[in-house]
C-alpha cells in the first residue's frame, strides 16, 4: 500500500457494521439489494446460563434478519447467524447476545434505525421511501422510527433546557385514500443560529394545523414557552414565515 492514510478493503468496516459487533462472512449481491450474511463478534463469553452461570454447550444457530442501512441505493439485508446454548444443568436455552446490533425483537439494525430517522427527518424523506430503502413494509418502518425518535430524542427530558430559538415544520406523513396525514415536526434551531452545531429533533405530533402547535407550545412549561422565538419552516403552512414571538398561522 503506497499510502499509509488507505488500509485493506473490509466489507465489515465500509458497512460500519464493526459498531454492531457483526463481521460480516458472505454476501450475495444483486440488482435489487444486497444480503449480507454475518456473524456476532463475543466481547465476553456468552455461554454461561443466564439462570444458574453453569457453562452451556452449543446447541444449534438461528438466523436473525435485520434491514441495515441501504448502501448504494438499494436494500441491504443482514442474516445475522445467532448461537443458540443449552445449559447442561438446568436445561436452560439461550441466544447469543445481539443487543449492540439491534434492540430486542427489531427487525431494524440500529444504523438503519439512525438512518431512517435522518432521512426523515433531515431529508424529509416520506416514510414509504424510507421503507423501500430499507426493504421493509411500510407499518415496520413507521414504527421503528417513531420508537427510535422517542427513545433517542424525544426521551430525553432535559431536551428543551438550552432551546431559544425553535423551528416548526411539517411533513407528509402517509398518503392516504382520504387524504393526507401530516405531522408537525419541532426543532431546535438554536445551535444553528449560534453556529455552535446542527439543529435538534425535539418533538413530533401528528396533525398539521395551527392548534396542533398551539396545544404543544401550551403544554410547555410557561417561562420556557414564553422566552422561545418561533420559526415557521418549509412546509408549515404559516402566513408568515419571518421569525416571529407568536404562533405561527396557517394560510388556508
Ligand atoms: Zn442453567
Redesign the pocket.
Known sequence: MADATFCPPDLTVFCRLDDLGLVVVGQRVSATGAVLVCRVVELHDDGF??????H?TARDSVTRRLAHEPFGWRPTTLLVRVRRYR??????VWRQDTTRAAEPRSRLSRAALRWALVALVVGHLTVARVAEALGVAWDTANDAVLAEGHRVLIGDPTRFNAAAVIGVDEHVWRHTRRGDKYVTVIIDLTPVRDGSGPARLLDMVAGRSKQVFASWLAARPKAWAGGIEVVAMDGFTASSPRPSRSCPTRSR
Open positions: 446460563c443466564r439462570r444458574c452461570g453453569a452451556g445449559c447442561a444443568g438446568c436445561a436452560h
